[in-house]
C-alpha cells in the first residue's frame, strides 16, 4: 500500500539525520551475500554459525588455550539464552556469525580472567572503597554526565576496550599499545559500517567511557542480549529466577582484576541496568554513592525504542518496532518501580538526583551538586577539562537522532498512566519531542 505524502515526507531522511524506516535497515552488500549465500545452503568457506553451547566452550578453550572457567554456574543462564536466541530471536546467517563470534569472546574472557586472578591471587585483595555509580533510565543524559565526570582523573572508569574485554591478552605490557585496543577498533568500525545511523544515536568509541552492563555479560546475566535482539524467554528467565547477587559478585571480581591492570582512586560505574537492581548493588558495594538521573519518561522511551530497533537490525532482518516497544516499555516500568522500592527501604542519603532538564541546561552546574553530594571540590583542571569536552563534542556531533512515539505503536496516554507514579515521585518535568 503506497504511504500517504506527509507519511512519506515524515520518514524522508535529511543530511545527517538518523532513518525513521525502520523495516527496511540498512544492509551492506557482503552481509547480503553472506546471507543469501547460506540461504542457498552455499556455505562452504564461511565461518560456523552453530550455536551450540559445547562447541562454544570448544571454541573459547581453543582459541585461548586454557580450560577454567572459574564458578560454573554460569552455563545455566548461558543455555536458557542459547536457547532463547535459536528459537525466538530471527536471526540472519550473517547475525548468526556475528553472535557465535561474540559468545566466544565472552567465554573466552572468563577463561582469561580466571587465568590471571589464579596467577595472581591478590588481585582480589584490591580496596573497592567507596564507587560511585551513575544510574537512570536509557537515553536520559546519563552518557553526557558519566563523559564529564570521567574526565576527573581521580575516578577509574571503564573504558570501551575494557569492557570488550577485561582480561589482559598474552604478552601484554604496554596499556598504551594494548591490541584490545585495536581490537576494540575494529569492533568501532564494524558497528559504523552495520549501521551508519547508530552512532548520531549513542557513539561508541574504543577509548571513551562504557556501561559495566557489558561486563555482567561474562556471567551470562545482563540485559545486553535482549537490547540486542529478540530473546523473550531469556528476558523472562532473568526477571524470574537470574541470580543476581552471583551476578554482581562477579562485577566487583572483574572490577577488581580491572583495578590490578589501572589503578585510581575510585571506581565510577555508569548503567541502566543498576536500576533495576539497587538493592543487591548496595549489598556487593555497601559504602557506594548513587546519581539518579531523570528525563520525562515516555520522550526518552520513543528515543530508547529507536535505539534498539536501528541495534537489533544488524542481527535480524525481522525486527517488529512495536514488539520492540511493548517490551522496553514494561521493562522500563519494571526499572524505577523496583528502584522507589529500594530507595523507600535504604534511605535518601545514598542518593542524589539530577533532572535533564538541568543538566543540559547548565552541566558543570550539576556537577558541581554531585561533587558537594560526594563530600568533593571541582578542582580547576578538572572543571576545565570538563568544558573542552563539551566544546569538542557538540550535540549532533555524529548527526540528529529522529524519533517518535507513532514510530513504535506508542500511545502517549498510556505511557503517560505506565510511569505516573515515578514522574510524580521525582517531579520530573514533561518535554516536547516525542
Excluded at 101 to 113: C, E, Q, T
Excluded at 148 to 177: I, Q, Y
Amino acid at each position: 500500500m503506497a504511504l500517504s505524502l506527509p507519511v512519506a515526507l515524515s520518514l524522508s531522511k535529511g543530511p545527517g539525520e538518523t532513518s525513521l524506516e525502520y523495516t527496511r535497515p540498512h544492509r551492506p552488500l557482503p552481509v547480503r551475500l553472506i546471507n543469501a549465500a547460506c540461504r542457498l545452503g552455499l556455505r562452504a568457506g564461511l565461518p560456523g554459525a552453530d550455536l551450540l553451547e559445547t562447541s562454544l566452550l570448544s571454541a573459547a578453550c581453543r582459541k585461548t588455550g586454557l580450560w577454567d572457567f572459574g564458578d560454573l554456574r554460569f552455563r545455566k543462564p548461558l543455555k536458557v539464552l542459547l536457547a532463547s536466541m535459536q528459537d525466538e530471536a530471527r536471526l540472519h546467517p550473517a547475525g548468526r556469525i556475528m553472535a557465535r563470534h561474540n559468545l566466544v569472546r565472552i567465554l573466552s574472557n572468563r577463561l582469561r580472567m580466571e587465568d590471571a586472578i589464579t596467577r595472581h591471587p591478590g588481585i582480589l585483595a584490591a580496596d573497592m572503597q567507596d564507587p560511585v555509580v551513575l544510574t537512570g533510565l536509557q537515553r536520559t543524559g546519563t552518557t553526557l554526565l558519566h563523559r564529564l565526570l570521567a574526565e576527573d582523573p581521580s575516578f577509574r572508569v571503564l573504558a570501551s576496550w575494557e569492557a570488550v574485554n577485561p582480561a589482559p591478552w598474552p604478552g601484554t605490557t604496554n596499556l598504551r599499545k594494548d591490541p584490545r585496543i585495536r581490537a576494540a577498533r575494529f569492533a568501532q568500525r564494524s558497528v559504523g559500517y552495520l549501521s551508519p545511523d547508530f552512532s548520531a544515536i549513542h557513539p561508541i568509541e574504543a577509548e571513551s567511557p562504557e556501561e559495566d552492563v557489558l561486563l555482567l555479560e561474562f556471567a551470562f546475566l545482563s540485559t545486553v542480549p535482549e537490547a540486542m535482539m529478540r530473546v523473550p524467554a531469556y528476558s523472562r528467565w532473568l526477571e524470574e529466577e537470574g541470580d543476581n547477587e552471583r551476578a554482581y559478585r562477579y562485577l566487583e571480581k572483574i572490577l577488581k582484576l580491572l583495578l590490578w591492570q589501572r589503578s585510581a582512586e575510585r571506581w565510577l560505574l555508569k548503567s541502566p541496568h543498576h536500576l533495576e537492581h539497587l538493592d543487591v548493588l548496595l549489598d556487593v558495594f555497601p559504602d557506594a554513592r548513587i546519581i539518579q538521573v531523570h528525563r520525562d519518561p515516555v520522550v526518552s522511551l520513543a528515543s530508547y525504542c529507536s535505539m534498539l530497533t536501528h541495534a537489533q537490525h544488524i542481527f535480524s532482518d525481522e525486527v517488529d518496532p512495536h514488539e520492540v516497544a511493548r517490551h522496553w516499555s514494561a521493562k522500563r516500568a519494571r526499572l524505577v518501580e523496583r528502584a522507589m522500592a529500594t530507595r523507600e527501604r535504604v534511605g535518601a542519603d545514598r542518593f542524589i538526583d539530577v533532572q535533564y532538564v538541568d543538566l543540559v541546561s547548565d552541566p558543570i552546574e550539576q556537577v558541581r551538586r554531585i561533587y558537594a553530594f560526594l563530600g568533593r571540590s571541582l578542582g580547576a583542571g578538572t572543571e576545565a577539562r570538563m568544558h573542552a569536552y563539551m566544546r569538542e563534542n557538540p550535540k549532533h556531533k555524529h548527526g540528529k537522532h529522529r524519533y517518535g512515539l507513532e514510530h513504535f505503536g506508542l500511545d502517549r496516554e498510556t505511557e503517560e498512566e505506565r510511569f505516573s507514579r515515578y514522574r510524580a515521585r521525582f517531579h520530573i518535568p514533561v518535554e516536547d519531542g516525542a
